[in-house]
């Protein structure tokens, strides 16, 4: 579908942000004790899978508009969130691996690879509860505004980012100090 409405014209960004983070019944995180394989499989295959599928099938058209990939990971990658569960954890973990090893292997073809980690941001998915809860501990003690995270892909996908790959930038706030 991209490829038919791309029609042979160049790419010049490709922003992997679909992701999931599935909860218990009773809106508890799942841990790796309690979720179910088949949970793993569907959080792997939207929130890892999809990304290097796009990025392979949309290769030509990325490199005729010396592209730019960006792939939205979490600041859950590198450490336990009170909310988020496992599964969605480790995959934002392993697309944050997948950026350094793709930055590497589209270089040669004019493509850079980057990531963004954002924290908390106020979208409709982050409850007033997590809000309150989290806004304290994060040091500018607010959450992120999706405009924020969409200034710095912006960033990632331009000129001025022009020998930036490989790298994951972190969206929090201070969230990670």
């Known amino acids: 579908m991209i490829k038919e409405r791309l029609n042979g014209a160049p790419l ?45 099938g949309l290769l030509d058209e990325l490199k005729l508009g010396s592209g730019a990939i960006v792939n939205v990971t979490s600041i859950v990658g590198s450490r336990v969130h009170p909310f988020a569960g496992t599964a969605y954890a480790t995959s934002k973990a392993a697309l944050a691996c997948l950026t350094r ?31 309150a809860l989290l806004a304290p501990i994060i040091p500018m003690h607010r959450v992120g505004t999706p405009d924020e995270v969409a200034k710095v892909i912006f960033f990632l996908c331009s000129e001025a980012a022009s020998y930036v790959t490989g790298a994951e930038v972190p969206i929090n706030g201070g969230q990670h100090v």
Do not use: C
Not at 19 to 37: C, H, N
Not at 104 to 119: K, L, T
């Open 12 to 56: 010049h960004a490709l922003i992997n942000n679909a992701g999931i983070s599935p909860k218990a019944a009773d809106g508890r995180r799942l841990t790796s004790l309690t979720t179910p394989v088949e949970t793993w499989m569907d959080v792997f295959h939207v929130n890892l899978l999809a990304p290097i599928l796009l990025a392979q």
């Open 101 to 131: 090893e793709m930055a590497h292997d589209y270089a040669p073809h004019g493509i850079r690879v980057n990531a963004i980690a954002p924290g908390e941001i106020k979208t409709d998915i982050l409850s007033p509860e997590t809000e």
